[in-house]
């Protein structure tokens, strides 16, 4: 550390690092690079997307990507209110909103509204996505048949 700089410095780096992550990760939804997007995780990471979508391991991130992401012509991923909380030097808990627009090969366009719970992990090479959890708020329009987590919300 440099004279004069605080402790919390290092963290600003590693908040960045991780934003920048899940960042890496819409952006490689949006340019249909299942590689990229099974590079965000770890080896044996564990991912819950819903029912029909929760095979562990980047490799299946890898697969699952490459078979949804075929489905549409474009997307566009749009991530906002990133919270990171650290539990420890290696380890973190994002959570963070996520607006995804879809342009199916064949129907209509539809947006998703939906939250990232993520646990993400200090690798040698940077931070990567250990755990995943997507849950859903809603689709517009309504998707009958797909199946999300649905996002919890007080009554």
Do not use: K
Not at 17 to 33: G, K, M, S, V
Not at 42 to 49: F, G, M, N, P, V
Not at 97 to 123: I, Q
Request: aromatic share 8%; glycine share 6%.
């Amino acid at each position: 550390m440099v004279e004069g700089s605080s402790v919390a410095e290092p963290r600003l780096v590693d908040r960045e690092a991780i934003r920048e992550l899940l960042y890496a990760y819409c952006r490689a939804c949006d340019i249909n690079d299942p590689e990229a997007v099974a590079a965000c995780f770890t080896a044996d990471c564990r991912a819950d997307y819903g029912p029909d979508a929760r095979e562990p391991g980047a490799e299946a991130r890898r697969a699952q990507a490459e078979e949804d992401l075929a489905l549409f012509a474009a997307t566009s991923h749009l991530l906002g209110n990133v919270a990171i909380e650290f539990e420890g030097a290696d380890r973190a808990r994002a959570v963070s909103v996520v607006h995804a627009w879809h342009r199916p090969r064949r129907g209509e366009p539809w947006s998703l509204h939906a939250r990232y719970e993520d646990v993400v992990v200090r690798a040698p090479g940077g931070w990567l996505i250990d755990e995943r959890r997507l849950l859903v708020a809603g689709t517009e329009p309504r998707q009958d048949g797909r199946r999300f987590n649905p996002l919890p919300r007080a009554d």
